[in-house]
């Protein structure tokens, strides 16, 4: 199959589809890779090292995806790349089309298949494509508080550890996920005391056990999110329903009786953000303030740090790229992780959580079947 990895256009995010070690993978497996001129700049890798490691260079997208079979991305395609796409053309990438009806109408009307790192699974149920963006992002989210609680950024002023003789922040994290997890484990290395509000008791006793009993954790109720975010120097939401839009976690009643300057970070905010005022933001304008409270919106965040990111990312999805590139869509049938991660096929929204949050009829897999015959 003939692979193709245009370079990210998404306003700073410099991470990208196949690192060369990837495309040597491809390479070796008998596809051929087309990358676009400059796409690994952002992780340090020039065209030369691509073309050492078997690839071909194309001057420009319009070339890749006028002749690749399958795109392998990162971000979702923005509307000059969708416009792109065409029928029986696999789009490989994270989509996150819950909170953006706009991109689904398009990568519909394309006729393309659209497969989305972040709804496929383990044989667990777990989302393994998801998982490691979902640690950086977990991580970078303590970063992000602490830079913002600075006085002169319009924080508290406070140090997230204090230090000996003055409290450290009160960190509290909504979701005991892959995020919520690696945000509890940055805050307390950084000394900070933390929560983490979780609607399943089991994983609550895990992360109790986990963290050895460093961090406080409370089953989640209106009432527990309520009297923890009013506490709170930090809030991390860190809510995820796979596929679907994130739910409203922290109302804007909440904001004017919360600490002045205190900070929220929604790591949610690519399915739509889990607080109601949440909009997305950029790397270049990362925050903004409602009723006193600092609000870090900033979608695909491990996008500062793209060469950890990439690397992450190449891990976890070269498996199943190279599974789609053996054998097209076809390998959907023989792995169920794979049929969870279709979105979008023929024009159909076929996953049920995508087609509920935009009010789409879905299409499931079987009617396909019957319609176009096997899947490819």
Known sequence: MRIGVPKEIKTHEYRVGLTPLSVREYVAAGHSVLIETGAGAGIGADDEVYRAAGGTIAADADEIFATAEMIVKVKEPQPTEWRKLRENQILFTYLHLAADPEQAAGLMESGCTAVAYETVTDAKGGLPLLAPMSEVAGRLSIEAAGAALKRNLGGRGLLLGGVPGVPAARVVVIGGGVVGTHAARMAIGLGAEVSVIDRSLPRLREIDELFAGRVRTRFSTLGAIEEEVLQADVVIGAVLIAGAAAPKLLTRAM????????????????????????????????????????????????????????????????????????????????????????????????HPAVAEAIGHHVQKIEQAHAAHGRIH
Not at 304 to 320: D, E, G, R
């Open 255 to 350: 904001l004017p009786q919360m600490r002045k300057g205190s900070v929220i970070v929604d790591v949610a905010i690519d399915q739509g953000g889990c607080f109601e005022m949440s909009h997305p933001t950029t790397h270049d304008d990362p925050t903004f303030v409602v009723d006193g409270v600092i609000h870090y919106c900033v979608a695909s965040m491990p996008g500062a740090v793209p060469l950890t990111s990439s690397h992450a990312l190449n891990n976890a999805t070269l498996p199943y790229g190279l599974a789609l590139a053996a054998r097209g869509v076809a390998a959907i049938d023989d792995d169920p992780g794979l049929h969870a991660g279709l979105n979008v096929r023929r024009g159909k929204i076929v």
